[in-house]
Protein backbone atom coordinates (compact mmCIF):
# COMPACT_ATOMS: atom_id res chain seq x y z
CA UNK A 1 0.00 0.00 0.00
CA UNK A 2 1.90 2.80 -1.01
CA UNK A 3 1.61 6.14 1.19
CA UNK A 4 1.69 9.67 0.15
CA UNK A 5 3.88 10.46 -2.74
CA UNK A 6 5.45 13.69 -4.18
CA UNK A 7 7.35 14.80 -6.64
CA UNK A 8 9.76 16.13 -7.06
CA UNK A 9 11.57 15.42 -3.94
CA UNK A 10 13.98 18.78 -4.39
CA UNK A 11 13.65 21.96 -7.07
CA UNK A 12 16.06 24.70 -7.17
CA UNK A 13 14.33 27.89 -8.50
CA UNK A 14 15.54 31.55 -9.03
CA UNK A 15 13.31 35.10 -7.91
CA UNK A 16 10.13 35.64 -9.90
CA UNK A 17 10.02 32.00 -11.97
CA UNK A 18 7.25 29.48 -11.37
CA UNK A 19 6.92 26.27 -9.84
CA UNK A 20 4.49 23.19 -9.48
CA UNK A 21 4.87 20.63 -6.77
CA UNK A 22 2.39 17.28 -7.37
CA UNK A 23 1.09 14.68 -4.80
CA UNK A 24 -0.67 11.39 -4.98
CA UNK A 25 -2.81 10.85 -1.76
CA UNK A 26 -2.15 7.18 0.09
CA UNK A 27 -4.73 4.66 -1.68
CA UNK A 28 -7.86 5.09 -0.45
CA UNK A 29 -7.95 8.95 0.38
CA UNK A 30 -9.82 11.74 -1.56
CA UNK A 31 -8.80 14.55 0.30
CA UNK A 32 -5.46 16.39 0.30
CA UNK A 33 -4.05 19.01 2.04
CA UNK A 34 -0.50 21.48 1.57
CA UNK A 35 1.30 22.74 4.40
CA UNK A 36 4.79 25.12 3.96
CA UNK A 37 7.64 23.97 6.64
CA UNK A 38 10.16 26.54 6.75
CA UNK A 39 13.57 25.78 8.50
CA UNK A 40 13.22 24.70 11.98
CA UNK A 41 9.43 25.47 12.21
CA UNK A 42 6.17 23.68 12.31
CA UNK A 43 3.92 23.26 9.30
CA UNK A 44 2.08 25.78 8.17
CA UNK A 45 -1.52 24.80 6.35
CA UNK A 46 -1.84 26.40 2.73
CA UNK A 47 -4.90 24.56 1.60
CA UNK A 48 -7.63 21.77 1.38
CA UNK A 49 -8.78 20.17 -1.87
CA UNK A 50 -11.46 17.75 -1.81
CA UNK A 51 -13.98 17.09 -4.82
CA UNK A 52 -11.70 18.80 -7.01
CA UNK A 53 -12.26 22.12 -5.50
CA UNK A 54 -10.53 24.18 -2.98
CA UNK A 55 -12.40 24.07 1.04
CA UNK A 56 -10.31 25.85 2.96
CA UNK A 57 -7.10 28.29 2.89
CA UNK A 58 -4.41 29.26 5.38
CA UNK A 59 -3.64 32.69 5.24
CA UNK A 60 -1.09 32.25 2.22
CA UNK A 61 -1.02 34.91 -0.81
CA UNK A 62 -3.10 34.13 -4.12
CA UNK A 63 0.30 33.26 -5.25
CA UNK A 64 -0.28 29.71 -3.98
CA UNK A 65 -2.68 27.84 -5.85
CA UNK A 66 -3.41 24.30 -6.29
CA UNK A 67 -5.36 21.67 -8.06
CA UNK A 68 -6.98 18.20 -7.95
CA UNK A 69 -7.80 15.87 -10.26
CA UNK A 70 -10.60 13.49 -10.68
CA UNK A 71 -7.98 10.60 -9.48
CA UNK A 72 -7.58 12.58 -6.30
CA UNK A 73 -3.97 13.71 -7.26
CA UNK A 74 -3.12 17.38 -6.40
CA UNK A 75 -0.72 20.03 -7.95
CA UNK A 76 0.55 23.26 -6.33
CA UNK A 77 1.32 26.19 -8.35
CA UNK A 78 3.33 29.12 -7.09
CA UNK A 79 4.05 32.42 -9.06
CA UNK A 80 6.45 35.01 -8.98
CA UNK A 81 8.89 33.53 -6.41
CA UNK A 82 10.33 34.77 -3.51
CA UNK A 83 13.47 34.26 -1.80
CA UNK A 84 11.15 33.86 1.94
CA UNK A 85 8.90 30.83 -0.52
CA UNK A 86 12.29 28.65 0.70
CA UNK A 87 10.95 25.82 2.54
CA UNK A 88 9.84 22.19 2.44
CA UNK A 89 6.13 21.77 1.30
CA UNK A 90 4.23 18.60 2.09
CA UNK A 91 1.15 17.01 1.03
CA UNK A 92 -1.06 15.15 3.52
CA UNK A 93 -4.13 13.08 2.49
CA UNK A 94 -6.95 12.00 4.36
CA UNK A 95 -10.57 10.41 3.69
CA UNK A 96 -13.37 12.84 3.90
CA UNK A 97 -15.81 12.75 6.67
CA UNK A 98 -16.86 13.07 9.87
CA UNK A 99 -14.34 10.74 12.31
CA UNK A 100 -12.00 10.65 9.78
CA UNK A 101 -9.31 13.31 11.74
CA UNK A 102 -6.22 10.70 10.84
CA UNK A 103 -3.58 13.22 8.29
CA UNK A 104 -0.76 11.57 6.38
CA UNK A 105 2.36 13.30 5.05
CA UNK A 106 4.33 12.70 2.12
CA UNK A 107 8.27 13.26 2.42
CA UNK A 108 7.90 16.87 0.67
CA UNK A 109 9.48 18.87 -1.84
CA UNK A 110 12.39 20.70 -0.57
CA UNK A 111 12.38 24.08 -2.69
CA UNK A 112 14.66 26.60 -2.58
CA UNK A 113 14.34 30.09 -4.21
CA UNK A 114 17.81 31.97 -5.31
CA UNK B 1 -6.04 32.21 19.71
CA UNK B 2 -5.13 29.45 16.35
CA UNK B 3 -1.77 28.85 18.19
CA UNK B 4 -0.51 25.68 20.09
CA UNK B 5 2.72 26.65 22.39
CA UNK B 6 4.88 23.91 22.51
CA UNK B 7 7.99 23.62 25.10
CA UNK B 8 11.09 23.16 25.27
CA UNK B 9 12.47 23.68 22.33
CA UNK B 10 14.76 20.99 22.62
CA UNK B 11 15.40 18.08 24.84
CA UNK B 12 18.26 15.98 25.93
CA UNK B 13 17.14 12.47 27.63
CA UNK B 14 19.73 9.66 28.40
CA UNK B 15 18.57 6.24 26.94
CA UNK B 16 16.11 4.67 29.16
CA UNK B 17 14.73 7.47 30.79
CA UNK B 18 11.27 9.76 30.18
CA UNK B 19 10.90 12.15 27.84
CA UNK B 20 8.26 14.95 28.14
CA UNK B 21 7.01 17.56 25.35
CA UNK B 22 4.55 20.02 26.79
CA UNK B 23 1.68 21.84 24.75
CA UNK B 24 -1.23 24.41 25.20
CA UNK B 25 -3.69 26.15 23.43
CA UNK B 26 -6.08 29.02 23.50
CA UNK B 27 -8.97 27.94 21.13
CA UNK B 28 -11.70 25.59 22.72
CA UNK B 29 -13.06 24.51 19.61
CA UNK B 30 -10.07 22.44 18.61
CA UNK B 31 -10.97 18.65 19.21
CA UNK B 32 -8.52 16.73 17.89
CA UNK B 33 -4.78 16.54 18.77
CA UNK B 34 -2.29 14.78 17.60
CA UNK B 35 1.86 14.17 18.14
CA UNK B 36 3.64 13.81 14.76
CA UNK B 37 7.67 12.46 14.72
CA UNK B 38 10.23 14.14 12.39
CA UNK B 39 13.02 12.60 11.15
CA UNK B 40 15.42 15.12 8.95
CA UNK B 41 14.77 15.00 5.29
CA UNK B 42 11.28 13.17 6.21
CA UNK B 43 7.54 14.25 6.17
CA UNK B 44 5.53 13.97 9.90
CA UNK B 45 4.35 10.75 10.49
CA UNK B 46 1.55 10.44 12.89
CA UNK B 47 2.50 8.77 16.36
CA UNK B 48 -0.67 9.10 18.63
CA UNK B 49 -3.77 11.40 19.03
CA UNK B 50 -6.34 11.82 21.36
CA UNK B 51 -10.09 13.83 21.69
CA UNK B 52 -10.49 16.15 24.39
CA UNK B 53 -13.03 13.29 26.14
CA UNK B 54 -10.30 11.23 27.12
CA UNK B 55 -7.36 12.35 29.80
CA UNK B 56 -5.06 9.86 28.68
CA UNK B 57 -4.11 7.96 25.98
CA UNK B 58 -1.37 5.03 25.43
CA UNK B 59 0.07 3.45 22.87
CA UNK B 60 3.21 1.33 23.59
CA UNK B 61 5.75 3.50 25.17
CA UNK B 62 4.06 6.87 23.76
CA UNK B 63 1.67 8.28 26.42
CA UNK B 64 -0.63 11.59 26.05
CA UNK B 65 -1.60 13.46 29.11
CA UNK B 66 -4.56 15.58 28.65
CA UNK B 67 -5.96 18.15 30.61
CA UNK B 68 -9.22 19.92 29.26
CA UNK B 69 -9.65 22.55 32.33
CA UNK B 70 -6.07 23.91 31.91
CA UNK B 71 -6.21 23.85 27.67
CA UNK B 72 -3.20 21.50 27.93
CA UNK B 73 -1.68 18.51 26.73
CA UNK B 74 1.97 16.58 27.00
CA UNK B 75 3.80 13.83 25.60
CA UNK B 76 5.56 11.35 27.45
CA UNK B 77 8.36 9.26 26.27
CA UNK B 78 8.85 6.28 28.30
CA UNK B 79 11.88 3.86 27.94
CA UNK B 80 13.11 6.42 25.50
CA UNK B 81 15.45 5.17 23.17
CA UNK B 82 18.82 6.66 20.44
CA UNK B 83 16.22 5.65 17.65
CA UNK B 84 13.80 8.32 19.04
CA UNK B 85 15.76 10.80 18.51
CA UNK B 86 13.93 13.07 16.28
CA UNK B 87 11.88 16.23 16.32
CA UNK B 88 8.52 16.34 17.68
CA UNK B 89 5.18 18.52 16.86
CA UNK B 90 2.41 18.73 18.94
CA UNK B 91 -1.08 19.76 16.75
CA UNK B 92 -4.74 20.42 17.05
CA UNK B 93 -7.84 20.89 14.96
CA UNK B 94 -11.24 21.30 14.68
CA UNK B 95 -12.56 19.35 12.26
CA UNK B 96 -13.70 16.43 13.51
CA UNK B 97 -17.54 16.99 13.31
CA UNK B 98 -17.20 18.46 9.60
CA UNK B 99 -14.16 16.44 7.71
CA UNK B 100 -12.18 19.63 7.17
CA UNK B 101 -8.94 18.89 8.49
CA UNK B 102 -7.00 21.98 9.30
CA UNK B 103 -4.03 20.97 11.50
CA UNK B 104 -2.40 23.93 13.34
CA UNK B 105 1.36 22.85 14.76
CA UNK B 106 3.61 23.92 17.76
CA UNK B 107 7.05 25.14 16.89
CA UNK B 108 8.49 21.75 17.57
CA UNK B 109 10.77 20.44 19.99
CA UNK B 110 13.91 18.26 19.03
CA UNK B 111 14.95 15.46 21.53
CA UNK B 112 17.97 13.71 21.35
CA UNK B 113 18.35 10.47 23.38
CA UNK B 114 21.78 9.89 24.14
CA UNK B 115 22.82 6.29 24.65
Known amino acids: DAGVTQSPTHLIKTRGQQVTLRCSPK?????VSWYQQALGQGPQFIFQ?????ERQRGNFPDRFSGHQFPNYSSELNVNALLLGDSALYLC????WGRGNEKLFFGSGTQLSVL | QQQVKQSPQSLIVQKGGISIINCAYE??????FPWYQQFPGKGPALLIA?????SEKKEGRFTISFNKSAKQFSLHIMDSQPGDSATYFC??????????????FGTGTRLLVSP
Open chain 1, 92 to 95: ASSK
Open chain 1, 27 to 31: SGHDT
Open chain 1, 49 to 53: YYEEE
Open chain 2, 27 to 32: NTAFDY
Open chain 2, 50 to 54: IRPDV
Open chain 2, 91 to 104: AASMGMNTGFQKLV
